[in-house]
T-cell receptor
Framework: QQPVQSPQAVILREGEDAVINCSSSKALYSVHWYRQKHGEAPVFLMILLKGGEQKGHEKISASFNEKKQQSSLYLTASQLSYSGTYFC????????????????FGQGTILTVHP | KAGVTQTPRYLIKTRGQQVTLSCSPI?????VSWYQQTPGQGLQFLFEYFSETQRNKGNFPGRFSGRQFSNSRSEMNVSTLELGDSALYLC???????????FGPGTRLTVT
């Protein structure tokens, strides 16, 4: 089942902050965040693992609430280069762990940063 | 370190034909996943391979198939192409499927 991202779109001025949310109806093993610019491939930003381990971009932070099955991506002091579509991808916990490797992506959040 | 490469970058095919797309993962990565991206459906998981074994498959018809070779390179095949198969096909590699995935530039397939 596809995770739900919100908001669908956000417009910022340089220097402003934004939060993008991602929620799931299934128990999560990990949450992955990617940014895709028009005509380019998605670029890895951050991964948050069950149990609290995080790894990713130094200027972007994120949280992972295992109980609520939610994750939020925090973009602070936005720059023009932050513009793009942000996707969360979820690895869910399923019987036997057979979902490992099957990333299910949200519909994306379009972020536009203006000067 | 070289990134994920995909060939060809662009393809135009006719309905009913078949197509094979290739993906070379980052050196040392054994997991390769394939995704279909369309404006209407977003990024959808096709399948994932690890050490030449398909471990996961998305909800796509049997016309979509793939394989992985001993050097971790992967190919994806679509037979009997339909207009709806027009999409950007992305592959992503990772050290292990549980960790971050790195995407290739994609193959843009147009079916006419």
């Amino acid at each position: 089942q596809q995770p739900v991202q919100s908001p669908q779109a956000v417009i910022l001025r340089e220097g402003e902050d934004a939060v993008i949310n991602c929620s799931s109806s299934k128990a999560l093993y990990s949450v992955h965040w990617y940014r895709q610019k028009h005509g380019e491939a998605p670029v890895f930003l951050m991964i948050l693992l069950k149990g609290g381990e995080q790894k990713g971009h130094e200027k972007i932070s994120a949280s992972f609430n295992e109980k609520k099955q939610q994750s939020s991506l925090y973009l602070t002091a936005s720059q023009l280069s932050y513009s793009g579509t942000y996707f969360c991808g979820l690895l869910t916990l399923e019987a036997g762990g057979t979902s490992y490797g099957k990333l299910t992506f949200g519909q994306g959040t379009i972020l536009t940063v203006h000067p | 370190k070289a990134g994920v490469t995909q060939t060809p970058r662009y393809l135009i095919k006719t309905r009913g034909q078949q197509v094979t797309l290739s993906c070379s993962p980052i050196s040392g990565h054994r997991s390769v996943s394939w995704y279909q991206q369309t404006p209407g459906q977003g990024l959808q998981f096709l399948f994932e391979y690890f050490s030449e074994t398909q471990r996961n498959k998305g909800n796509f018809p049997g016309r979509f198939s793939g394989r992985q070779f001993s050097n971790s390179r992967s190919e994806m095949n679509v037979s009997t192409l339909e207009l709806g198969d027009s999409a950007l096909y992305l592959c992503a590699s990772s050290f292990s499927a549980r960790y971050e995935q790195y995407f290739g530039p994609g193959t843009r397939l147009t079916v006419t």
